[in-house]
């Protein structure tokens, strides 16, 4: 039984061809009535046409071609499978379909995935297929069903999240709210069904920010949960903070090199290799191999900001990651880490 | 085989560049999914075998080699040049003797005799310049484009890229500086360069770059001596015509 036909047994088909498990779930950087109205927009413009018109701010983070810089870490043949885990609007689904043999998108949010379809129909690629799923209830695939390479892009912090999530309502806004079970548990029984969902040769790509990046410690907030602190301090401190400030506890865990490293294992990977990545994962100039030496490691921050001016925060960033690279060496304070998990 | 990135990118490019290393071998390797950034690559294909038929001739492996072609997508391999890179930062004083072997390279590599356009490298800068054992070599063939430009621009280029960054860093034009580049416009007009641009060559420059934007795609913005003002470029241009006369 191929990938496909293990989905079509197992889900029901929207009118759009997006396969549909029966779950609620949202999240989404659109409200719902936004992402509703878009949606109706894309039968008439391309999806890059109606997102340049609505929310030009949102076009560098689809569309730019630097988001898929970490993918060439996976020295992909072309004819791969691969299941891209909270695919959102396709970052990289894109760019692996038009790399390799087949990709399942899967997500949970129906309208994120309305829209990639939009993108794939402009850009005449019909090598994907899309699944609307919680990512914490994807069933175990038949042997002969699962993939090469996995891809876990700024997913895996969100894991341990329950019920919508409408991102400007919701980041670092108050909002009491329980959640069912341990974090770290959560992330690592959604990675174990990962892994499981992988060939005997399959390959993980997990990118997240580093738990330890060196502009936490400088006061910058958390990009998940908007708070200061929290993913450095220990996880009951970091409740705490959360806790005071939104209204909930502190569930987007971040890790350290060690941590990812660790989970990846405790999931079952048998051999992780590990990146640094810098400035962060999404729109990277640097990646290097966690065993290569500090020395090789540029400065990226630069002294002028995009008006070619000196700044006062510029200027801080610069002095602090030429400490941290160039006179201390510390490698666990990267920005954002990349791992490979193999099998 | 570990694969570090260089380069994502970078200068209106829509090219990432990776070095893959294993142990003694490693290659530079360069990947684009869009239509701009293909258009590049295959520019650099070009490139490197037009310069490998000349530079290269007795080598049996071709320096640059497509990987994975498809759906949108271009992936090329280039064999990674041991060496000591151009240090483009440190001025023409400090550079002199780099950059006249790199005028001699380009008088082996170019054809001379040419009275017509010429090949097109593109960004001839101290950056993409290696020199080991084996002499000069030059990579970054991205803008390459045959018979698009008259003879001597490519090194043109060179010397008044070099004279901007030290400007840069130090806010003068240094007479030492321009003595250097009025030498070498007079070694280049010994060979094959027109009067015309040995008498303006920085005006002819940035002229040339202006008119044939479509040279460089999403690119032309990007050379730093774009950004001499019309009062330096009068400056230089007349101190060069003096030195020249004298």
């Not at chain 1, 602090?320 to 791992?339: D, N, Q, T």
């Not at chain 2, 002819?204 to 730093?224: E, V």
Request: glycine share 6%; proline share 4%.
């Amino acid at each position: 039984m191929t990938l496909v036909d293990f989905l079509k047994s197992q889900y029901q088909t929207s009118d759009d061809g997006i396969f549909v498990a029966d779950i609620e779930g949202y999240w989404s950087n659109l409200d719902k009535e936004e992402n509703k109205t878009f949606i109706e927009l894309l039968q008439h413009s391309s999806a890059r046409e109606a997102l340049k018109k609505h929310y030009p701010w949102f076009e560098d983070v689809i569309f730019s071609p630097k988001r898929q810089a970490g993918l060439e870490i996976l020295q992909l043949c072309g004819d791969e499978i691969c299941i891209d885990y909270g695919c959102m609007w396709g970052a990289l689904t894109l760019p692996l379909a038009r790399r390799i043999k087949l990709v399942l998108g899967v997500d949970q949010t129906l309208e994120s995935l309305q829209f990639l379809k939009a993108r794939l129909r402009d850009e005449g690629l019909n090598n994907v297929v899309l699944l609307r799923n919680n990512l914490r209830q994807m069933p175990l695939f038949p042997e002969n069903a699962r993939a090469d390479v996995a891809i876990v892009n700024g997913v895996l912090e969100w894991i341990p999240e329950v019920g919508d999530i409408e991102l400007k309502t919701y980041f670092g806004k108050h909002q009491a709210k329980n959640y069912l079970g341990h974090p770290g548990e959560q992330q690592e029984l959604f990675l174990r069904r990962v892994y499981e969902n992988l060939n005997d040769k399959g390959k993980l790509y997990l990118a997240i920010e580093n738990r330890f990046d060196f502009k936490m410690f400088f006061g910058i907030k958390d990009p998940h949960s908007d708070t200061m602190f929290t993913s450095i301090a220990p996880r009951k401190l970091a409740n705490f903070i959360s806790l005071r400030k939104l209204g909930r506890p502190y569930v987007n865990w971040l890790y350290s090199f060690d941590g990812i490293n660790s989970l990846l294992k405790k999931a079952g990977f048998s051999k992780v290799d590990l990146y640094r990545c810098s400035p962060d994962y999404r729109f990277p100039e640097s990646i290097i191999h966690h065993d290569y030496p500090m020395d090789n490691s540029r400065l990226i921050n630069s002294w002028k900001n995009e008006n070619g001016k000196i700044t006062f925060r510029r200027t801080g960033a610069r002095i602090a990651e030429y400490v941290v690279k160039r006179a201390l060496k510390i490698k666990a304070l990267a920005p954002s880490i990349i791992a490979i998990g193999h099998k | 085989m570990k694969i570090e990135l260089l380069r994502n990118c970078s200068h209106g490019s829509e090219i990432a560049t990776y070095l893959a290393s294993n142990g003694d071998s490693a290659k530079i390797i360069k990947v684009s999914s869009t239509v701009n950034g293909i258009m590049d690559l295959r520019a650099e294909i070009a490139g490197w075998d037009w310069y490998h038929k000349i530079r290269y001739a007795k080598m049996k492996i071709p320096v640059c080699r497509v990987v994975m072609e498809k759906n949108n997508y271009l992936k090329i391999e280039i064999d990674y040049i041991k060496g000591k890179q151009g240090e483009y930062l440190k001025g023409l004083v400090y550079n002199k003797d780099v950059l006249k072997k790199v005028i001699e390279h380009y008088f082996d590599i170019w054809p001379v005799s040419c009275k017509g356009m010429v090949p097109l490298h593109g960004d001839f800068s101290l950056e993409n310049i290696i020199i080991n054992e084996n002499g000069v070599h030059v990579f970054d063939w991205e803008h390459f484009a045959l018979d698009a430009v008259p003879w001597g621009f490519d090194p043109i280029y060179l010397l008044f890229e070099a004279l901007w960054f030290n400007f840069e860093i130090t806010k003068k034009l240094n007479t030492e500086e321009i003595q250097i580049i009025s030498e070498c416009i007079q070694l280049l007009e010994k060979h094959n360069l027109s009067k015309d641009i040995a008498r303006q060559p920085l005006n002819f420059l940035i002229s040339f770059i202006s008119d044939s934007k479509y040279l460089w795609r999403t690119q032309a913005n990007k050379f730093p001596v774009l950004r001499f003002t019309q009062e330096q470029i009068r400056f230089i241009d007349e101190t060069i015509a003096r030195l020249r006369q004298s």
